[in-house]
């Protein structure tokens, strides 16, 4: 049984920051890779970020330099800082926890809004 849920969105001006959480109930959290997802209206959903359990990060060309992920296998806790965020920016913000089985699974989502 994993449980993932996401928070920390909101309503921010362009060149302002966000910081989500990804809350996860996983006996194997430590051993599983977090992904942050994102969709807008009529977009495709676009991965955003990754993190491995080695602590090795990817991130899409668009967040580059603006975007950290970031994982805590204490507290059993992903993060996604966003700095510098920009309308194109906003979407719903999902992470993704692939456990040792190899199964995906997904949050509700949470919901950031950049205004231009």
């Known amino acids: 049984q994993v449980r993932v849920a996401e928070s920390g969105g909101g309503l921010v001006q362009a060149g302002g920051s966000l910081r989500l959480f990804c809350v996860v109930s996983s006996s194997t959290f430590s051993l599983s890779a977090i992904d942050w997802y994102r969709q807008a209206p009529g977009n495709q959903r676009e991965l955003v970020a990754s993190?491995?359990?080695?602590?090795?990060?990817k991130y899409a060309d668009s967040v580059k330099g603006r975007f950290t992920i970031s994982r805590d296998n204490a507290e059993k806790v992903g993060y996604l800082q966003m700095r510098n965020l920009k309308p194109e920016d906003t979407a719903v913000y999902y992470c993704?926890?692939?456990?040792?089985?190899?199964?995906?699974?997904w949050g509700q989502g949470t919901q950031v809004t950049v205004s231009s």
């Open positions: 993190i491995d359990t080695g602590g090795s990060a």
């Open positions: 993704n926890v692939t456990p040792l089985d190899g199964v995906p699974y």
